[in-house]
């Protein structure tokens, strides 16, 4: 069983700043791809950033030269920094890995999600 709890979503004004965090744990051989996905109300879910095991990064143009993702392999966590926010990234953002567990074993968890809100 492996769990993805993310952490660091909030209220922040336009033009702020915020860091989620997304640590793996449990049953975890290593971790393949990364990302954050996001999804706001009435819309569909969307890749926010992703990032692979060996740091090769890739972002929605829409938050390009905002937000930065990064990965600590040894702590199994994945960050996203995101600045100059926006009220249109608005949203819940959830967290996705590519874990294997070994013996060619592989499968893809979410994190349960949380919420971030940008507004005056």
């Known amino acids: 069983q492996v769990q993805l709890v993310e952490s660091g979503g909030g209220l922040v004004q336009p033009g702020g700043s915020l860091r989620l965090s997304c640590a793996a744990s449990g049953s975890i051989f290593s971790i393949n791809a990364m990302g954050w996905y996001r999804q706001a109300p009435g819309k569909e879910r969307e890749l926010v950033a992703g990032i692979t095991s060996s740091g090769t990064t890739n972002y929605a143009d829409s938050v390009k030269g905002r937000f930065t993702i990064s990965r600590d392999n040894a702590k199994n966590t994945v960050y996203l920094q995101m600045n100059s926010l926006k009220p249109e990234d608005t949203a819940i953002y959830y967290c996705?890995?590519?874990?294997?567990?070994?013996?060619?074993?592989?499968?893809?968890?979410w994190g349960q999600g949380t919420q971030v809100t940008v507004s005056s």
């Open positions: 996705n890995a590519l874990i294997i567990h070994g013996l060619g074993s592989a499968n893809g968890y």
